[in-house]
Nanobody, 123 residues
Framework: VQLVESGGALVQAGGSLRLSCAAS????????MGWFRRAPGKEREFVAA????????HYEDSVKGRFTISRDNAKNTVYLQMNSLKPEDTAVYYC?????????????????WGQGTQVTVSS
C-alpha cells in the first residue's frame, strides 16, 4: 500500500483543515486507516483511526469533538477533518494503514506509512 497525504497548511487558531490520504496498491478496503502526528521535539502520537468498513472509529482524547476521520473506499481515500484547531495541533501528520482494529492503533506500529504533511496552527 502506498499512501500520499495532502491538505496540510498554515492556519490560524480556531480554523479548520481537511487532510486527505490517497492509497494505491493493495486493496484499500481491506485495511483500517488512520492518522498519527509528530510535533517538534515530541514523540509520534496517535490521532484517529477508522475501520475497514468505516463503521468504527477511535480518537485520541485531545482531538475528540474537534477532529473527524472518514473514508471513501470507492476513491481509496481517507480524510481527517480538523476543526477548532489549536497551536498544540501543530505537527507533521502521517497517514497509516494496518490490518488491526482502530482501538488497537494507539500502541500499534502500523504496516504502511505516508511521508507526512505539515500542519501549522498560529496563535
Amino acid at each position: 500500500v502506498q499512501l500520499v497525504e495532502s491538505g496540510g497548511a498554515l492556519v490560524q487558531a480556531g480554523g479548520s483543515l481537511r487532510l486527505s490520504c490517497a492509497a494505491s496498491g493493495r486493496i484499500f478496503s481491506g485495511y483500517a486507516m488512520g492518522w498519527f502526528r509528530r510535533a517538534p521535539g515530541k514523540e509520534r502520537e496517535f490521532v484517529a483511526a477508522i475501520s475497514r468498513s468505516g463503521v468504527n472509529t477511535h480518537y485520541e482524547d485531545s482531538v475528540k469533538g474537534r477532529f473527524t476521520i472518514s473514508r471513501d473506499n470507492a476513491k481509496n481515500t481517507v480524510y481527517l477533518q480538523m476543526n477548532s484547531l489549536k497551536p498544540e495541533d501543530t505537527a507533521v501528520y502521517y497517514c497509516a494503514a494496518d490490518l488491526t482494529s482502530p482501538g488497537l492503533w494507539p500502541a500499534r506500529e502500523c504496516d504502511y506509512w505516508g511521508q507526512g504533511t505539515q500542519v501549522t496552527v498560529s496563535s
